[in-house]
């Protein structure tokens, strides 16, 4: 069974699950997953910050680790 994340996870926690997620982040325009900030704030409260739909960016998340599973 695939890992799956959930919106309340930290981006820091999200990156050391799996490191293809990151290209998912900065694809959804989070471009500053490496600032000290990002690490400590949940995939929800970035989505919020970047105007972004944390619901959807979960989901994609959570399909790519399913494809990658498969």
Do not use: F, W
Request: proline share 3%; charged share 25%.
């Amino acid at each position: 069974m695939a890992k799956k994340v959930s919106k309340d996870m930290l981006i820091g926690e999200l990156i050391r699950l799996d490191e293809g997620i990151a290209p998912i982040l900065m694809g959804a325009g989070m471009h500053c997953l490496g600032c000290p900030s990002a690490q400590g704030e949940s995939l929800a409260e970035a989505a919020y910050v970047h105007g972004i739909n944390a619901d959807d960016l979960e989901a994609a998340i959570n399909e790519y680790l399913t494809a990658k599973e498969a």
